[in-house]
C-alpha cells in the first residue's frame, strides 16, 4: 500500500503493519489514507479472511503526528482519520491487533472495534485527548464506557494519564498480555485459527455482536468528530498542541 502501511498475506490472514518505527509509527494524513485502502481492500477480497494490524519497530502507534496533523487536520466527515476509524468499524471480516509499546490516542481507541486484541506486558496505553485541549474520538465516549464501566472509563478519558496492558485488561480494551516475546506468535497463531473457521459463519456472528451498536456507534463518531473539530479551533487545543510541538523539537 505504501512504504509506511505494509500488507502481507499469508495464509489468509492480512497483516497490516504501520511502519513509521523512527517516530513511534505517528500517523501522517498519507498513512491514514493507505491503512483505509488496506482494510476497504481486505473486505472485498475472498483470499482475506482475517486481519491483523501492527506496528514496527517496538511501538503499535504514537497516534497523530501532531505536526503533520496541525497541516492536514480533520475538517469534516470525508476527513482522512474520521473515515479511517469508519473504515475499521465497519468492517465485516475479524479484525485483530497486535500492541507492543505505545498505543498513544488512535491508538488506544482503535483497539474498541477489534475483535480481538493481544498486547504485550509491558505495552503502555494513553488516550491524552483533554490534555490537548481535544475531547474523546473513535466511538471511545460510548464504547469505553460500555467495556471498563463509567468510572474507569472516566477516568482514562478525563485524566488522559498513561496506564498499563493490566488496566487495558481490566478496562476491556484487550483480551491477553503477554510477554513481549511471545506477542508475534501469539498474535499469528489467533488470527490463523480465525482464519480457519467458516468465513460467513464468523461475519454472521460479528455482525450479531456488532450490529446493534452499529447506528449508535456512527451517530457517536460523528458527534465527536464535529466537536473534535471544533475543539481544535480553540484556543485551548491551539495553545496544548503548539506547546507539545515545542517540547518535541527540544
Do not use: W
Amino acid at each position: 500500500m505504501s512504504d509506511t502501511v505494509l500488507t502481507q498475506l499469508e495464509a489468509g490472514v492480512l497483516s497490516v503493519t504501520f511502519n513509521r518505527p523512527e517516530k513511534k509509527n505517528a500517523f501522517t494524513h498519507a498513512m491514514y489514507e493507505a491503512a483505509t485502502a488496506a482494510l476497504l481492500d481486505a473486505d472485498r477480497r475472498d483470499d482475506v479472511r482475517v486481519v491483523l494490524l501492527s506496528g514496527a519497530g517496538g511501538a503499535f502507534t504514537a497516534g497523530n503526528d501532531i505536526g503533520d496533523f496541525v497541516e492536514h487536520p480533520p475538517a469534516g466527515e470525508d476527513s482522512a482519520v474520521f473515515r479511517y476509524l469508519r473504515a475499521l468499524a465497519n468492517m465485516a471480516k475479524p479484525v485483530l491487533a497486535a500492541v507492543e509499546g505505545a498505543a498513544v490516542g488512535i491508538g488506544t481507541t482503535m483497539l474498541l472495534h477489534c475483535d480481538y486484541v493481544v498486547a504485550g506486558e509491558k505495552a503502555r496505553f494513553c488516550m491524552p485527548f483533554v490534555n490537548l485541549g481535544l475531547c474523546a474520538e473513535g466511538g471511545s465516549s460510548l464504547l469505553l464506557p460500555r467495556a471498563a464501566g463509567f468510572a474507569l472509563a472516566s477516568e482514562l478519558l478525563l485524566f488522559g494519564d498513561p496506564f498499563d496492558a493490566g488496566t487495558a485488561l481490566r478496562a476491556g480494551i484487550i483480551n491477553k498480555a503477554v510477554p513481549e516475546a511471545q506477542l508475534k506468535e501469539v498474535a499469528t497463531e489467533r488470527a490463523r485459527a480465525l482464519a480457519t473457521r467458516p468465513m460467513e459463519a464468523l461475519k454472521v456472528t460479528k455482525q450479531l455482536i456488532r450490529g446493534p451498536l452499529r447506528e449508535q456507534v456512527e451517530t457517536t463518531m460523528k458527534r465527536e468528530g464535529a466537536e473534535f473539530i471544533q475543539r481544535l479551533h480553540s484556543d485551548e487545543a491551539r495553545e496544548a498542541l503548539m506547546s507539545f510541538m515545542t517540547r518535541g523539537r527540544k
